[in-house]
């Protein structure tokens, strides 16, 4: 399966279970994985056979920016929520949220979920 990538987006936003984490914020990180079939787009060089990575930075943004979720697989999920519904193209997608400052203790560089998800017809 062919696949966009758009790595490592970054974002500021008011999620998690602390009620630090949610007068405070921190940062979230934000990678997915769009699985589709390029043949189209790749021989016809036209956008409209794609998906547009701008569409889908604005996407993943307003789920960021937008209601609090106290779980980052709450948020994850909504994102592929978000762009099945944006995007009718798209196949099958991953989605990676990484928290790199979660407030627990402990030395770790971050913490985060993956999750997979496929159109459901």
Known sequence: MDKI????????????LYP????????FYVDT?????????A???AMEDS?????VYECVRVVLEGEPKNLVEAVAE??????F???PQLEACTIRVTKPDPPIPGHYQSVGV???RERKE
């Open 5 to 16: 990538l758009l790595n490592g987006m970054e974002f500021y936003a008011y999620h998690g």
């Open 20 to 27: 630090e984490e949610n007068k405070l914020g921190q940062r």
């Open 33 to 41: 994985e769009l699985m589709l079939d390029l043949s189209k787009s």
């Open 43 to 45: 021989a016809s060089d």
């Open 51 to 55: 998906i547009d990575y701008g569409e």
């Open 78 to 83: 909504e994102i592929s929520a978000e762009l």
């Open 85 to 87: 519904q944006q995007f």
């Open 114 to 116: 993956e999750t997979f």
